[in-house]
């Protein structure tokens, strides 16, 4: 595809193909203890409401029971209203990611592998070999 640098007006274009991890929100995940919940930086549940507030790069944003939060390319979070999850994503294909002994999540193929006898992400690594904090 060329450059669009040099169109004016609308033009017609495609989304690239990446693959993303998204969760799907249910009742489930409010009656869990706080440390079996997937991690999401800066997440506020209210178990009374079933909502989870999100910190997202376009500011805080809410999720209601059945709807997806999703891991973007950026690792940054977001909620993604169900009808527009089924419309724009599909499951991805073989391959195409792998999943985290350690914390049962989806990462796409390129995200490093690391443990001798189990696949684990980076931070699962670090976790089970006992050190905190980033690289």
Same mark, same amino acid.
């Given at each position: ?30 009656? &869990?203890?706080? %440390? ?7 997440? +506020?549940?209210? =178990?009374?409401?079933? !909502?989870? #507030? ?38 991805? &294909?073989?391959? %195409? ?7 049962? +999540?989806?990462? =796409?193929?390129?995200? !490093?592998? #690391? ?21």
């Amino acid at each position: 595809m060329g450059s669009l640098s040099g169109e004016s007006g609308w033009v017609s274009v495609r989304k690239k193909p990446v693959v993303v991890t998204a969760m799907l929100l249910t009742d489930d995940y409010f009656n &869990r203890p706080p %440390d079996a919940v997937q991690h999401i930086p800066g997440l +506020r549940c209210n =178990p009374e409401t079933h !909502e989870a #507030v999100i910190p997202t790069l376009e500011g805080d944003m809410t999720a209601h029971i059945g709807d997806w939060i999703i891991c973007g390319v950026q690792g940054e979070f977001y909620p993604c209203d169900p009808d527009i999850f089924a419309a724009t994503y599909e499951p991805a &294909r073989e391959g %195409d990611c792998w999943l985290c002994d350690g914390c049962n +999540r989806w990462f =796409p193929a390129e995200t !490093e592998r #690391v443990g001798h006898e189990c696949d684990l992400c980076p931070e699962c690594a670090r976790r089970e070999a006992g050190v905190e904090g980033g690289e």
